[in-house]
DNA sequence: GAGAGGGTTCGAAAGCCTTCGAACCAGGAT
DNA sequence: ATCCTGGTTCGAAGGCTTTCGAACCCTCTC
């Protein structure tokens, strides 16, 4: 299993990045990466089906929120933090601060 | 004219906010409200016709991110940079930096 | 080599977004 | 009253999103 491509710093976009962002689902993903350096797809705990959560890493990995590396059997998820810092100062963190406000309850 | 109808500061969502924000029409036009106190639709310089701009303004409305008031014959549009303030501290303002690197170009 | 586990890709359905022109409405000016 | 101006609303076209199941591909293990 190849590391699938990514965007490199400078080519990130800002309407794209918050096309990403904009998703409920992604949200809570972007949530779950928050804090923990890396993580399996499977420990995502996403309510919808295995294509679609494959379907939201890649709009979020093309997007250049995060990272993807193949580890043997899995793939490993990270946000990339210091991109995002680089091309978009404080913006990922007032999103994760504002996710904690009332987001929680439409990500049935 | 009657002044729209507008979403109550606790109203307002993360993802629906980051939506309105993510076309890049409309991050024109919240690049233009920026600095000025208040606009008219004709003066936001949208490259759009008529119906679309009034479409793009209704969205950043339901959104909370702007406050249209009739005034006369025509509708004066502000940003409501308290209330996204009060709800998504630091966000408007890292999405007005971050607009300055490479967004315009795809404006067209 | 055969399987199992973890993800991706394909194809399709349903819905939403962006865009436009045409028609319309409301205030102000003539 | 009539017209002009600035905006909204309607209806429609085209494209993109979200979602799923089925089929597939890798890698590790047996």
Chains 1, 2 share one sequence.
């Not at 491509?5 to 990045?17: I, K, S, W």
């Not at 904009?22 to 990466?33: F, G, K, M, T, W």
């Not at 100062?89 to 929680?104: E, H, I, N, T």
């Amino acid at each position: 299993m190849r590391t699938p491509p990514h965007p490199a710093q400078d080519e990130l976009e800002l309407p794209q990045v918050l096309h990403a962002l904009s998703d409920p689902v992604r949200l809570e993903i972007v949530r779950a990466l928050d804090g923990a350096s890396e993580l399996a797809c499977s420990c995502l705990g996403a309510p919808v089906s295995k294509s679609t959560l494959s379907h939201h890493l890649k709009v979020l990995r093309d997007a250049g929120i995060t990272w993807t590396r193949a580890e043997g059997t899995q793939r490993l998820v990270s946000l990339r933090t210091d991109d995002l810092e680089a091309c978009f100062p404080g913006l990922l963190r007032s999103v994760l601060s504002g996710l904690g406000r009332g987001v929680a309850r439409q990500v049935v």
